[in-house]
């Protein structure tokens, strides 16, 4: 996989994975977050001989880097023998006058003219919500469109995007192939759904306002071949798609070629936060009995870890799903009050930790947050109205999900991953909340709910959050969002369970608790010893008592009591 870092990479690369396949990440630099089971190489797709190396032992070439490096990309999988090359091209490239001839269609020409087995995915502008790089069209305080020319966009989703292309990895015929939703909008509906001003002005004017090349007339996309051949059809529309960019935009203009972002802003997290890697610098805890299959990497620069919840272990959907929603929580925390990036990423990554199926966060998350300084007060002001400007957005969630049964499966994946999503952004924003009126992310644990039954596993009372007239009043409304989508998600789960059972993964719906998120996802074919062992694993962790607050030992990895 060249390329991937970047927003379709990703989708790709966590879509693969989960398929079982082993996957080679190429890109210039580490990617902030990398499934366990896939393997970061640094490499340029210019420079042949590192990519003859990367791709040394792949069957399959998925192709998203620069188009400057497609002519490497072919040449290397000759040396290497790779027998598919997967490429995401654009729409542009048959060219949009009589006569033009795009970087893209001169990149689709080499591969042609390479002989090598390829499938050519030609897209619009990509959107939605884990989108880091806004395009400046989109991004920008004023969308600016020519008076007189009404141009419509098929807009794609990256979801939609990255599934295809995985499939694409593994089977499906070779050639050309279009991949785009039906529906187009014109750009003032766009706007619209962006919260933009609209403006138009002359062609003139617009080429110097923005860097899109208008004299080139949009091509609409043909999807035929999409639906008749390769039998795909997207889940998301493009209005869908326009509305999900909305959290990606939130706070983040792009000015003069360049991201900005408005400090008041409560951020969408693009980016999913993975497990920390297990190296030197990190130590898997050492409790005095077989470690758990789930148990996570403690880095030694943060050592100390208390438990949110209670002390019973959790079966492993809800232990890995609320990793995710907690890392993502802890990320939030630290992008909203400011710190050095690799502090926000090192520590975001360990925000949250497995030991023994308990859920534990680092207490470094809180004293970063604490002597966070002037940050915090400009996101205190913005507090209440930023909960009330972004929980509309999570309604709309919630509407999507509220009929799992009617979804196909396409869609049911789609709608599970937006709902999770919002889910890590609200505990992200509650999370802030608490830091604002003096709490930690430890004193969220009342928000935890078990899948898919949707039930607390706490057996303690919710935690008696009063309304002081300050921040409390706005984080109790995220916290009632979070609930709200909790169970949205746990609905999407039972769903999804139901569809296990029908097709004989599953002997029971309830087995789903003891499969992790991406299993659910993509279920492992060996389920019914997997839930055997797991539920088995949770019972033999039921006998260790371990302290609420610990710290991990650099030389043994031992945990010692605070």
Known sequence: ????????????????????????????????????????????????????????????????????????????????????????????????NLGHV???????????????????????????????????????PVIVAVKGVELRYQLLHHDDLGRFLAIACESGPPGVVDVAPPDALPLRQIAQLLGRKYVETSATRALKAIEFAWKHDLPGMDTTRLREVWGFECAWSTAEGVADLRRAVSGVSAVAGRRVEVPWRLRFPTHRPGPPVSTAANRWPDFGAPAGELDSPIPLAYPTVSRLGGPAPLAALTLSTHLQLLRAASRGMLDAFGGAPEVRRELGDAGAASIAHRLYVNDDVAYAVEHSGGRRRVVGRAYGREVDRIAGWAAESLEHAANPAACSDARLDAVLGRVLDDLAWFWAIAAIGAALGGDELGDLAHLLVSFPDGVSPNAAPAADLRDDGGHSRARMRAERVVRALAQALAALVRERADRLLVAGAVRDPADVAHLTWEELLVPPPDLTDLVKTRRAEQQRLAALVLPSTMSVNGSSGALTVR
């Open 102 to 140: 795009t970087d893209t269609a001169a990149a689709e020409q080499v591969v042609l003219d390479s002989g090598v087995e390829a499938v050519l995915a030609r897209t619009g502008l990509v959107v939605g919500r884990n989108i880091d790089q806004p395009l400046a069209l989109l991004a920008a």
């Open 1 to 96: 996989m060249t390329g991937a870092t970047g927003v379709s990479g990703r989708g790709v690369v966590e879509r693969l994975n989960r398929a079982g396949h082993e996957v080679v990440a190429v890109a210039r630099r580490p990617p902030l977050a990398l499934p366990a089971g896939a393997r970061f190489v640094g490499a340029d797709v210019t420079d042949l001989a590192a990519l003859t190396a990367a791709m040394d032992g792949c069957e399959v070439v998925c192709h998203l880097a620069p188009v400057s490096g497609t002519a490497n990309v072919c040449a290397a999988m000759k040396r290497t023998g790779a027998r598919r090359l997967v490429v995401a091209s654009s729409a542009l490239s048959d060219g949009a």
